[in-house]
């Protein structure tokens, strides 16, 4: 039996809404006004919609996945999280879902933030084995579903954080930076693999 992928991101994400929720880290009424809750996190509205559609793109080829391609690209998805998450408690200024600022370290990752971090490996583990594992999938549209993704979740919690701090919002040289590699790697990895 095939895990459902959709139906499972859809879940996931509702998860992590209910642990904000928990947590008092869904809305400005429950962290304040100078915060990034998860309401005003344009990357829980890409995953809600573009990862739920690279799911739904990945789902008739999970068959073909070896459980060999499984823990690599899982080992991958993991170590990308854990390097993600690392640098967003060590720079995030701002209280959100993800980050409480009070404290040092990986104590500055929230509750939700350690469950978040789990979802981001998840779905970088489909991403990966869609882009790389299977043979004949739409690719062209699963790159123009995750070009999509890099506005809502890269460049605009930076954008966001701006926005907080300086009562406007930009995107920085290492939002730039990171939309860029991202996009060269949709394109270069996603489309060009047979």
Known sequence: MQLPLA???FIAIAIGM???????RFDHAGLGGRSMP??????NYADLFLITM??????????????KTIVLCATIGVGVSALAHMV????????????????????????GGW???????????????FFLSSPGAPRLYACLALTAF?????IQPGWEIHRVLEGHGRIDRL?????ITAWALIWSVGYTQP
């Open 18 to 24: 209910w642990i904000a929720i928990a947590e008092k």
């Open 115 to 129: 469950y978040h971090a789990a979802y981001f490996a998840w779905t970088v583990t489909i991403i990966l084995l």
């Open 7 to 9: 139906p499972l991101n």
């Open 175 to 179: 939002g730039w930076i990171q939309a």
């Open 88 to 111: 967003y408690a060590t720079t995030m200024p701002i209280p959100g879902h993800i980050i409480d600022p009070r404290y040092k370290g990986l104590k500055r990752i929230t509750w």
């Open 38 to 43: 998860w309401l005003n996190h344009g990357g």
């Open 54 to 67: 690279i799911c739904r793109f990945a789902q008739p080829y999970v068959g073909q996945w070896s459980t």
């Open 150 to 154: 890099v506005p809502l979740a890269i």
